[in-house]
């Protein structure tokens, strides 16, 4: 899960950490240390942005938290506030000039922003400042931001992000810093995760709690959709919308993107993933001499699945846990091989035994349909895969980098077409209702990719 698999999955575009300490040489380590817990939200880019006492600093990179943000950065950036970003591009193509944070002037002074999600109107406001002779310096739609605050900066800072927020639409969780504020803002459905955490020197900003544990803080709460958060050396001021949209975290956060040990809006994930693989055993049981899961996001479900029918659980995936994501390679021939560079069954479990397979999702099937392959080489007996969620039957729209529907197995396929194409002797996706059971959360949940049923006006594409 921490590293992306395969082609086969969807790819969420970032994470986001923000600090405000009175230590101001520990401040860049705690960006590393709480992006480098976030790193499963974005491989391809990573940056800090820091307030130093005479200017904003910042350093930006193409690769991971590790390697970008080296000892010599941490060494040399130092501050009360600083924020952090790692990416994956869902709009913007990925470059260096698109990595995060952001750093632009206004008239007050210098603002950084590390953003998490995806605009749906982006393009129309980008027209409409390019119109009026603003120059992009990149391709996302977190620089449309950007420069609206700027442009919109009357009366203090807050104010024009709330003016702000009344233009853009889509999902988004910002985490500005100025020269004096950190500030954090969550969408008005609260679509993509932010929340809120302390330290004894000060107080922390991050797309998941995983990563307040790993800055070393405690986690406060979650940001609640429409807040904007200002943190300064008076303390943590809460400003509310006062328009209300029902709360609609994306379900896929509990499906794959956030790690296991993160809790988002009361739930948590490793928790909603062992309860779905206990109610998918009750949807679709196997008398099977093994369960295993395709790691690792699947692990949960897999466990919970074993534990209900009490057969025992192994591992007969083994994971390359230094292995390249397979989806950056240009020839399909290669993805293919990059399958088994990640996975390698282990035959002394499988053989000759009837197992079952849990995945956490399946998009375009082509990976299962080798991973299946695979495990029946290794002399497996019957291959019976069972889904954690529902099959993904539509886009998203709002930070997720979905291919259109004509790519999505379970768009253009039926469930007994999907396992025919993939061989296995049966499959089984959980219900809609068993995915949202399994978060034992009254809060609704953006379920579009599953039902189409967005909770917002998207474009005018096939959906």
Sequence with gaps: MYFELTDDKLHEECGVVGVYTENP????????YGLFALQHRGQESAGIAVQTENKMEYHKDMGLVADVISQDVVDRMSGKLAIGHVRYSTTGESEKQNAQPLVVRYREGSIALAHNGNLVNADSMRNILEDNGVIFQTS???????????????????????????????????????????IGVRDSYGLRPLCLGKRQDGYLLAS???????????FIR???????????????ESIKSSKYAQ?????????????????????????ARYNS?????????????LVFSVPDSGTPAAMGYAAELGIPFGLGLIKNRYAKRTFIEPKQELREQGVKTKLSVLKELVKDKIVVMIDDSIVRGTTTKQIVRMV???????VHVRVAS??????????INTPDKTKLIGANKTVEEIKEFISADSIYYLSLEGLVKATCSENSFCLACFNGDYPMEVPNQEV
């Design 222 to 236: 979650d940001i609640e959709p429409g807040e904007i958060v200002v943190i300064n050396e008076n303390g943590v």
């Design 247 to 271: 709360k609609k975290l994306c379900i896929f956060e509990h499906v794959y993107f956030a790690r296991p040990d993160s809790n988002l809006d009361g739930v948590n994930v490793y928790g």
């Design 277 to 289: 693989g206990r109610i998918l055993a009750h949807e679709a049981p196997v008398k099977a001499d």
């Design 25 to 32: 040489d520990i401040v860049s380590q705690l960006i590393y």
């Design 390 to 399: 529902p099959p993904v039957t539509h886009s998203c729209f709002f930070g």
């Design 140 to 182: 996302t739609d977190s620089e449309v931001v950007a420069n609206m605050v700027a442009r919109h900066y009357k009366g203090g800072i807050v104010k024009s992000i709330k003016n702000v927020m009344e233009i853009v639409k889509g999902a988004y969780a910002f985490v500005f810093m100025t020269e004096k504020e950190l």
């Design 376 to 382: 029946k080489e290794a002399g497996a007996k019957e």
């Design 208 to 218: 998941e709690s995983c990563a307040i544990s790993a800055m070393g803080g405690e």
